[in-house]
């Protein structure tokens, strides 16, 4: 039996009758997704997890019970079988948050606000529930996210070029990590961006979705990547976004390095997908690393290499950008 007549056949058996069901272009992730006409005129999504991630949908019901419970939308599941790997949940509609990064940053302030305030209570879950979830965004898991963009991304483009340079960066980067993870964990997202916010009525409600990987991390994870993932908030905007929540110098310093470490580890995510054929984000890589040498030249890591980093990586910037 193929994947399609698996899904209908699962949705037979959970009462969802099915009239059509028509593939959709995944994001960086190997789940593969289905939107399904249901036999009441309704739509709705299938999520389909592979034997390699099958723990994520087990994970997914975890965690939207989690969030549910602050208050924090999260989509409907209506039927799961995580044994099998499919899921069926209500459908949001084609569009992300990401999708509307054309509109006037007036208009996309309110929903920014509202996503600060879900991350907010996201922080507010209890942190032995969400630490028994997923290993911690620790210092080795950061520095092992950045070490696929020194392999894929870095070492290839000729950036470390030269002994000195390149053992600078590594100890600055490294250095970075370990002051990240020294910090007092937080419950956080993990993936807490634009492309997985879906405005809904009414107004500036969005839903939060690819949650499963909810853990404990640094305290301005979630912050930095919803303003830095994707969507290129503006520095003034950011400031505006911030300066509540960012109090004094050294959460300012731990603000950029999240950020610092977040957008390098997209650039090597999103790399990491290219190669592999999937080239959908790999527009966004210069804007990335835009944002990415910006919040590290605020931190004391990049005293003595983010210019000279600036520098090699000015090629690979948008025009604006150099």
């Known amino acids: 039996m193929d994947t399609r007549q698996s899904i209908l056949a699962w949705l037979e058996r959970t009462g969802h009758g099915t009239r059509e069901l028509r593939e959709l272009e995944g994001d960086v992730s190997v789940r593969r997704y289905f939107r399904v006409q249901l036999d009441d005129e309704t739509s709705a999504i299938v999520a389909l997890y592979p034997a390699e991630i099958r723990q994520a949908c087990s994970n997914f019901l975890a ?3 989690l969030l549910q419970g602050v208050d924090v939308p999260v989509p409907e599941v209506l ?3 995580c044994d099998e790997g499919l899921m069926l949940m209500n459908d949001l509609g084609p569009g992300t948050l990401y999708d509307h990064r054309d509109d006037p940053w007036d208009a996309l302030l ?3 606000q509202q996503a600060i305030d879900y991350a907010d209570r996201i922080r507010s879950l209890p942190l032995e529930e969400v630490s028994a979830l997923n290993p911690a965004l620790d210092e080795d898991l950061l520095w092992h996210e950045l070490e696929q963009t020194w392999r894929l991304c870095l070492q290839p483009w000729g950036v470390l070029d030269g002994k000195g340079f390149a053992a600078e960066l590594w100890g600055a980067l490294h250095d970075l990590c370990r002051h990240l993870g020294s910090e007092s964990p937080v419950p956080c997202h993990r993936d807490f961006m634009a492309r997985n916010l879906v405005p809904v009525s009414p107004h500036p409600t969005l839903v939060v979705l690819d949650h499963q990987d909810l853990r404990s991390g640094p305290r301005f994870y979630d912050l930095a990547s919803l303003l830095n993932d994707s969507l290129f908030v503006p520095e003034t905007i950011e400031e505006e976004l911030t300066e509540q929540r960012l109090t004094g110098r050294e959460q300012r310093t731990s603000y950029h390095r999240a950020a610092t470490q977040r ?7 999103y790399e990491a997908f290219s190669q592999r054929g999937d080239d959908r984000h790999r527009s966004l890589i210069p804007g990335t690393l835009a944002r990415a040498i910006f919040h590290f030249q605020q931190t004391p890591e990049a005293q003595s290499v983010g210019e000279e980093l600036l ?12």
């Open 311 to 322: 520098h090699r990586l000015r090629p690979l910037l948008p025009d604006d950008d150099g």
């Open 79 to 81: 039927a799961a079988d």
């Open 263 to 269: 957008t390098l580890k997209a650039v090597g995510t």
């Open 63 to 65: 965690t939207n019970r």
């Open 110 to 112: 309110p929903y920014l």
